[in-house]
């Protein structure tokens, strides 16, 4: 549904002769299959909101290609437009306008007659569980009614692709299980969505696929339990009885078959990286008494995506 390869941008900024560029997208290719929820996960200033905005056309690529919905991103911009809805950071609505005023003329610039644009709006307070509020001006909403009357406006004229960026930036936990249902919801009616986010948790649970990007390239690609399974492998920690004694525990473990990577933690345990946490532990428990390292616990944990991206960057994205 969404191809993009060798997908770049860059920013220029600063006066003449000191000006500096920004690779913000270098490079990227991607592909979203039909009917899927679709994550760029990354950092801040990963390129997120910039390769988002290219494929809504909001913004020209400097280079590469791009096909939405069978159009092409350079081409055929207006036939990619005809096919999918937007909803930016922040949001779109007015505060001086009601949400079911904001649906019929969301409706209306998509080219529906009145008659049939006041009939979508009124389909939408229903779909979306507007009506408490939907003739009330939007100033008083909440962030989380906000998100879903955004949501509501992206997707009126029935897109093939709704794009998101971070949807639920700013909510409360309540607000973001309600958004993450409407989003599963449209996704099982046919729609793709494509959305950023920088949290990991959202990424793992909402999407079917998700790309990890930092610095304008693709870190890694695949379902969350893909990349967590084939990348990340499982991680024991290991609290060594006496602590200065963790850099010589980690060197001992290094050199373990079973260890993939080792280091010693902040708090001064030792992160393991491991294929297979069960049949590694006694190894590492032998190998650590062989070298006279008392051992005080260890622990098997499930990887979640920072670790992903803190094999594939050596950085934790929690603390990126
Ligand atoms: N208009 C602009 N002019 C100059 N630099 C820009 C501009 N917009 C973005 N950038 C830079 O491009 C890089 C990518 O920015 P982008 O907003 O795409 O990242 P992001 O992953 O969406 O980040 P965030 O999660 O903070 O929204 C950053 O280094 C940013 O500072």
């Given at each position: 549904?969404i191809?993009?390869s060798?997908?770049?941008?860059?920013?220029?900024s600063g006066?003449?002769?000191?000006?500096?560029?920004?690779d913000?997208?270098?490079?990227?290719?991607?592909?979203?299959?039909e009917?899927?929820i679709?994550?760029?996960l990354?950092?801040n200033?990963?390129g997120k909101?910039?390769t988002?905005r290219?494929?809504?056309?909001?913004?020209?690529?400097?280079?590469?290609?791009?096909?939405?919905?069978?159009?092409?991103?350079?081409?055929r911009?207006?036939?990619?437009r005809?096919?999918?809805?937007?909803?930016a950071?922040g949001?779109?609505?007015?505060?001086?306008?009601?949400?079911?005023?904001?649906?019929v003329?969301?409706?209306r610039?998509?080219g529906?007659?009145?008659?049939?644009a006041?009939?979508?709006?009124a389909?939408?307070?229903?779909?979306?569980?507007l009506?408490?509020y939907?003739d009330?001006p939007?100033?008083?909403?909440?962030?989380?009614q906000?998100?879903?009357?955004?949501?509501a406006?992206?997707v009126?004229?029935?897109?093939?692709?709704?794009?998101?960026?971070?949807?639920?930036?700013?909510?409360d936990?309540?607000?973001?299980a309600?958004?993450?249902?409407?989003?599963?919801?449209l996704?099982?009616?046919?729609?793709?969505?494509?959305?950023?986010?920088?949290?990991l948790?959202e990424?793992?649970?909402?999407?079917?696929r998700?790309?990890?990007v930092d610095g304008?390239?693709?870190?890694?690609?695949?379902?969350?339990?893909?990349?967590?399974?084939?990348?990340?492998?499982?991680?024991v920690?290991?609290?060594?009885?006496?602590?200065?004694l963790?850099?010589e525990?980690?060197e001992v473990?290094?050199?373990q078959?079973?260890?993939?990577?080792a280091?010693?933690r902040?708090?001064?345990a030792l992160?393991?990286s491991?294929?297979?946490?069960?049949s590694?532990?006694p190894?590492?428990?032998r190998?650590?008494?062989g070298?006279?390292?008392?051992t005080?616990?260890?622990?098997?944990?499930?990887p979640?995506?920072?670790?992903?991206?803190?094999?594939?960057?050596g950085?934790?994205?929690?603390?990126?």
């Amino acid at each position: 549904m969404i191809e993009t390869s060798g997908l770049r941008k860059s920013y220029r900024s600063g006066r003449r002769g000191r000006s500096t560029t920004v690779d913000a997208v270098a490079g990227l290719d991607l592909h979203v299959a039909e009917g899927e929820i679709f994550g760029l996960l990354g950092p801040n200033g990963a390129g997120k909101t910039t390769t988002l905005r290219m494929l809504a056309t909001l913004l020209p690529p400097d280079g590469g290609e791009a096909t939405v919905a069978g159009a092409d991103l350079l081409t055929r911009p207006a036939e990619v437009r005809r096919s999918i809805g937007y909803v930016a950071q922040g949001g779109g609505t007015w505060d001086e306008v009601t949400a079911r005023e904001e649906l019929v003329l969301q409706a209306r610039m998509h080219g529906l007659p009145k008659a049939e644009a006041q009939a979508r709006a009124a389909a939408a307070v229903d779909s979306f569980d507007l009506a408490e509020y939907a003739d009330r001006p939007c100033r008083g909403y909440s962030g989380g009614q906000r998100r879903r009357v955004d949501l509501a406006l992206g997707v009126v004229h029935r897109p093939a692709v709704l794009f998101l960026d971070e949807p639920t930036s700013g909510l409360d936990p309540a607000a973001r299980a309600r958004l993450w249902a409407e989003v599963r919801r449209l996704r099982d009616a046919g729609t793709t969505v494509f959305l950023t986010t920088h949290y990991l948790d959202e990424a793992d649970a909402l999407c079917d696929r998700i790309a990890i990007v930092d610095g304008g390239t693709l870190v890694a690609e695949g379902t969350p339990a893909e990349l967590k399974r084939s990348i990340a492998g499982e991680v024991v920690t290991v609290g060594v009885a006496e602590p200065h004694l963790a850099p010589e525990a980690a060197e001992v473990l290094t050199a373990q078959e079973c260890v993939r990577a080792a280091e010693v933690r902040a708090d001064g345990a030792l992160r393991l990286s491991v294929d297979t946490g069960e049949s590694a532990m006694p190894q590492i428990m032998r190998a650590l008494a062989g070298a006279g390292i008392a051992t005080a616990t260890i622990a098997l944990h499930r990887p979640t995506l920072d670790d992903v991206f803190l094999a594939r960057t050596g950085r934790s994205l929690e603390e990126s």
